[in-house]
């Protein structure tokens, strides 16, 4: 079992930023990928960045390329998302989730665990 908890949202001007953290606690192996993903009222839930725990492959949605970073601190079992340059089209539940493969998929379903989600509103 993979216990994920987000923190670090909250509201922000258009331009600002933000850095959510996901702690993981449980079996968190190496070679396990994991998500960051974003819903916005009324929309589906969609991929924004993923990174392999061990860090060295990571891939981002291209609305975000150039705006967000995505890092993990290994010893503290945590994945971090840098926000900067935020806009009001940012705002949604932002959701981290770990999946027992090394393959980074953009899919939600594929993902096994998931944390509770925090809100991130960007005003303009």
């Known amino acids: 079992q993979v216990q994920l908890v987000e923190s670090g949202g909250g509201l922000v001007q258009a331009g600002g930023s933000l850095r959510l953290s996901c702690a993981a606690s449980g079996r968190t192996f190496s070679t396990h990928a994991m998500g960051w993903f974003r819903q916005a009222p009324g929309k589906e839930r969609e991929f924004v960045v993923g990174?392999?725990?061990?860090?060295?492959?990571?891939y981002y949605a291209d609305f975000v390329k150039g705006r967000f970073t995505i890092s993990r601190d290994n010893a503290k079992s945590t994945v971090y998302l840098q926000m900067n340059s935020l806009k009001p089209e940012d705002t949604a539940v932002y959701y981290c989730a770990t999946r027992k493969s090394v393959v980074i998929t953009s899919t939600p379903d594929e993902y096994d665990y998931w944390g509770q989600g925090t809100q991130v509103t960007v005003s303009s």
């Open positions: 990174i392999r725990w061990s860090g060295e492959r990571t």
